[in-house]
C-alpha cells in the first residue's frame, strides 16, 4: 500500500517523502546529515526561485567500489544566469594506481593528484556545496552511484538530492522529434545546439560546458514559457 501510495505522486513528493521517511526511522552518517535534513521544492517551483549547482566527476573508472573520484568540478547557476565566479576544481588523493586508458582520457596522472584534497575533505565541500540545491550533471547516474558510494550510504537510504541530466534531457527532446538513438555524448549535443568547443574530460571545464547546454535546453524545452522544476525532473528520469 505504501509503495502505491508513492508511485502516485510526482517524483519530488516522492523523494521527499523517502527523505522524511529515513530522516525519521534510519540511522544517517553524520557527515552527511545536513543532505537530508534539507527539503524538497514543490514541483510548481520556477526554476529562478531555486539554487543549482553543475557537478562533474573524474574517476577512475566506471564502478564506484572499485574505481575512485580523481577530480571534481562545481559550478552554480541560478537561472538564468551561470556564476563562473563561483565555480570550484579539486583534485582528490587517491591510492590508486593510476591506469594509463584513463590517465590518456583525462590528463589526470600520480603527480596530479599530489596534493589533492583528502576523502574526508572530498565529503564536507560536497556536502555544503550540494546541500539545498538542484544538481545539474550529464549523464547523472555516474555522479550519483560515486556520490552514493562516497557517502556510504546504506541500500536502505535515499540519494536526497535532486538532479537534472541534460543527457536525458536531450533524449527527451531528440524522442520528440522522433530520433531514435542519437548520439548524447556532451559535445555533440553543444555542437547540434551551436555552442562553442571546449576542452573535453576535465572536470573544470566540464561543468561550465554541461551548465552552458543546461540553460540552452532550457531555452529550447520551455520555449516563452517561465521554467518550472516539477516538468524537467520528469524529463530527467
Given at each position: 500500500?505504501?509503495?502505491?501510495?508513492?508511485r502516485?505522486?510526482?517524483?519530488?513528493?516522492?523523494?521527499?517523502?523517502?527523505r522524511c521517511?529515513a530522516?525519521?526511522?534510519?540511522?544517517?552518517?553524520?557527515?552527511c546529515?545536513?543532505?537530508f535534513?534539507k527539503?524538497?521544492?514543490?514541483?510548481?517551483?520556477?526554476?529562478?526561485?531555486l539554487?543549482?549547482?553543475?557537478?562533474?566527476?573524474?574517476?577512475?573508472?566506471?564502478?564506484?567500489?572499485?574505481?575512485?573520484?580523481?577530480?571534481?568540478?562545481?559550478?552554480?547557476?541560478?537561472?538564468?544566469v551561470m556564476?563562473?565566479?563561483?565555480?570550484?576544481?579539486?583534485?582528490?588523493?587517491?591510492?590508486q594506481?593510476?591506469?594509463?586508458?584513463t590517465?590518456?582520457i583525462?590528463h589526470?596522472?600520480?603527480?596530479t593528484?599530489?596534493?589533492?584534497?583528502?576523502?574526508?575533505?572530498?565529503?564536507?565541500?560536497?556536502?555544503?556545496s550540494l546541500?539545498g540545491?538542484v544538481?545539474?550533471?550529464?549523464?547523472?547516474?555516474?555522479?550519483?552511484?560515486?556520490?552514493?558510494?562516497?557517502?556510504?550510504?546504506?541500500?536502505s537510504l535515499?540519494l536526497?538530492?535532486?538532479?537534472?541530466d541534460?543527457?536525458?534531457l536531450?533524449?527527451s527532446?531528440?524522442k520528440?522529434?522522433g530520433?531514435?538513438y542519437?548520439?548524447?555524448?556532451?559535445?555533440h549535443?553543444?555542437?547540434?545546439?551551436g555552442?562553442?568547443?571546449?576542452?573535453?574530460?576535465?572536470?573544470?571545464?566540464?561543468?561550465?560546458?554541461?551548465?552552458?547546454?543546461?540553460?540552452?535546453?532550457?531555452?529550447?524545452?520551455c520555449?516563452?514559457?517561465?521554467?518550472?522544476?516539477?516538468?524537467l525532473?520528469?524529463?530527467?528520469?
Amino acid at each position: 500500500m505504501k509503495v502505491n501510495w508513492f508511485r502516485r505522486q510526482h517524483p519530488l513528493q516522492n523523494g521527499d517523502q523517502l527523505r522524511c521517511h529515513a530522516l525519521a526511522k534510519s540511522p544517517i552518517p553524520a557527515h552527511c546529515l545536513e543532505l537530508f535534513q534539507k527539503s524538497y521544492p514543490a514541483p510548481n517551483s520556477p526554476l529562478s526561485e531555486l539554487k543549482c549547482v553543475v557537478l562533474d566527476f573524474e574517476t577512475s573508472g566506471l564502478d564506484p567500489k572499485q574505481d575512485e573520484i580523481l577530480s571534481v568540478g562545481m559550478v552554480d547557476i541560478h537561472y538564468p544566469v551561470m556564476s563562473l565566479a563561483s565555480a570550484q576544481h579539486y583534485y582528490v588523493q587517491s591510492e590508486q594506481v593510476i591506469h594509463s586508458k584513463t590517465a590518456v582520457i583525462n590528463h589526470i596522472v600520480p603527480e596530479t593528484l599530489i596534493g589533492g584534497i583528502s576523502r574526508h575533505q572530498l565529503i564536507e565541500r560536497l556536502v555544503v556545496s550540494l546541500s539545498g540545491k538542484v544538481v545539474i550533471a550529464h549523464g547523472a547516474e555516474i555522479e550519483k552511484h560515486f556520490l552514493r558510494h562516497l557517502l556510504q550510504l546504506d541500500a536502505s537510504l535515499p540519494l536526497p538530492l535532486i538532479f537534472l541530466d541534460t543527457l536525458r534531457l536531450e533524449r527527451s527532446l531528440m524522442k520528440y522529434r522522433g530520433v531514435m538513438y542519437p548520439d548524447l555524448r556532451l559535445t555533440h549535443v553543444r555542437q547540434q545546439k551551436g555552442l562553442p568547443p571546449y576542452l573535453a574530460h576535465n572536470a573544470f571545464a566540464d561543468v561550465v560546458a554541461t551548465g552552458e547546454l543546461f540553460l540552452a535546453l532550457v531555452e529550447e524545452i520551455c520555449a516563452d514559457k517561465p521554467p518550472l522544476l516539477g516538468p524537467l525532473v520528469l524529463r530527467s528520469l
